[in-house]
């Protein structure tokens, strides 16, 4: 079966609001240290981004390399750290950069553990939320778009590890022909 590929967000409409997270990331942490965790693989891109949109000095990143376990195309929220952060957050403001809350079970779990080490303050931003799913409430600090109940790939998101690499976020669709 072919597949085609239904653009959802453009590169466009992509980097417009990443700019206008990383100026108010920017304008809210003026007076911070901020640690930025992206959480690998899905936020590479994201997080690279990000990170170019925030005009502070005082900012240092770190990843964490996650797994998610489920069936499909669904999270089951049991996720295993593949990589874990470089340096201690103790005392430290974090903020945390996702590239989807879908059901939000594993951004909880992430939450959970990052505050064990007692951070001075643990924030969310994620580029997309899908709050259709939602299995837990998660309170997301900096959002970039809300989009319906569909799988989406591209701009760091993969299916079966393939699509990471395109600029824009879509759908993939079967159109039946070969
Ligand atoms: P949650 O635990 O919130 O259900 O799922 C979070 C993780 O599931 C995301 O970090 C991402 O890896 C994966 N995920 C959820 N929805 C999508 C989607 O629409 N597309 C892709 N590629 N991954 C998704």
Do not use: W
């Not at 295993?80 to 903020?95: A, E, F, K, Y």
């Not at 939450?111 to 994620?126: A, E, G, M, W």
């Not at 799913?133 to 998101?157: H, N, P, Q, S």
């Amino acid at each position: 079966m072919a597949e085609r590929l239904v653009t959802l967000l453009s590169a466009e409409q992509i980097g417009e609001r990443v700019r206008e997270l990383g100026q108010k990331i920017t304008k809210d942490y003026q007076d911070r240290f901020l640690v930025l965790v992206i959480v690998l693989k899905g936020s590479f891109v994201f997080g690279a981004d990000l990170a170019r949109a925030i005009d502070l000095r005082d900012c240092r990143i770190d990843f964490l390399g996650t797994r998610s376990y489920g069936e499909g195309t669904s999270s089951s929220g049991v996720v295993q750290i593949t990589h874990d952060l470089s340096r201690p957050i103790d005392g430290q403001d974090v903020l945390i950069v996702e590239d989807i809350v879908d059901t939000g079970l594993t951004i909880a779990h992430l939450l959970d553990l990052l505050r064990t080490r007692k951070p001075r303050s643990v924030r969310i931003c994620s580029l997309l939320h899908k709050p259709a799913r939602a299995k837990v409430e998660v309170k997301i600090d900096y959002l970039g778009f809300t989009i319906e109940d569909r799988f989406v790939v591209g701009y760091g998101l993969d299916f079966a590890e393939r699509f990471r690499n395109l600029p824009f976020i879509g759908v993939v669709e079967c159109d039946g022909t070969r």
